[in-house]
């Protein structure tokens, strides 16, 4: 079993930063793949970014050049840094681990005001 703790959302204005932290525990697998997927009511949980252990990184279109994933897998830690925050950013992050299933973290609300 593993299990993930998030930390770092917050409400913040518009243009302004915030980063998020997932800590993984328990069974991690030393080759996986984590990141963050975000969903706002009656939407789809959409992906924010991803990393991989070998440090392959994917964006969603929305939020390449604004937002940065990184790792420290010494930590089974994964980031979201988040700069130059926009309204349509605000939605629920949650945290992803994956390996030969997938595990969500309990999710942490971001809003982004005007």
């Known amino acids: 079993q593993v299990q993930l703790v998030e930390s770092g959302g917050g409400l913040v204005q518009a243009g302004g930063s915030l980063r998020l932290s997932c800590e993984a525990s328990?069974?991690?697998?030393?080759?996986?793949?984590m990141g963050w997927h975000r969903q706002v009511p009656g939407k789809q949980r959409e992906l924010v970014a991803v990393?991989?252990?070998?440090?392959?990184?994917d964006y969603a279109d929305s939020v390449k050049g604004r937002f940065s994933i990184s790792r420290d897998s010494a930590k089974n830690t994964v980031y979201l840094q988040m700069n130059n925050l926009k309204p349509e950013d605000t939605a629920v992050y949650y945290c992803?681990?994956?390996?030969?299933?997938?595990?969500w973290g309990q999710g942490t609300q971001v809003t982004v005001s005007t």
């Open positions: 328990g069974s991690v697998r030393s080759i996986n793949t």
């Open positions: 992803l681990y994956a390996y030969s299933s997938r595990v």
């Open positions: 990393i991989s252990t070998g440090g392959l990184t």
